[in-house]
């Protein structure tokens, strides 16, 4: 059983940064592929970023490419999610999440592929 518990959230005015982590732990073998996910109110979670378990590969969502970086340092068994030059349009509840093996997700932005994931951390962008 995996438990991802994230951190970092909070309140960030637009062009700020904000750098989120989301901790692993119950993992065995060749560890796990990690997605972020967000969700603002009165809409559907999207995927934002995901990154192999051996950090080597890793997706974006056009909509954060350029801004945003995801990274992770397994001696840690933390996954971050950078975010830099933040709109009020990246306001929400931000997920980690990550399938229940080794493997990628395919594709990485369908919520059906990730079976483990954590409670959420609020992100605000506002002036």
């Known amino acids: 059983q995996l438990q991802l518990v994230e951190s970092g959230g909070g309140l960030v005015r637009p062009g700020g940064s904000l750098k989120l982590s989301c901790a692993v732990s119950?993992?065995?073998?060749?560890?796990?592929?990690i997605g972020w996910f967000r969700q603002a109110p009165g809409k559907e979670r999207e995927a934002v970023a995901c990154?192999?378990?051996?950090?080597?590969?890793?997706n974006y969502a056009d909509s954060v490419k350029e801004r945003f970086a995801i990274s992770r340092d397994n001696a840690k068994n933390t996954v971050y999610l950078q975010m830099n030059s933040v709109e009020p349009e990246d306001s929400g509840i931000y997920y980690c999440?990550?399938?229940?093996?080794?493997?990628?997700?395919?594709?990485?932005?369908?919520?059906?592929?990730?079976?483990?994931w954590g409670q959420g951390t609020q992100v605000t962008v506002s002036s």
């Open positions: 990154i192999s378990n051996t950090g080597r590969s890793s």
């Open positions: 999440a990550a399938p229940y093996g080794s493997w990628y997700p395919n594709p990485w932005t369908l919520k059906s592929q990730y079976d483990y």
């Open positions: 119950g993992f065995t073998g060749d560890g796990n592929a």
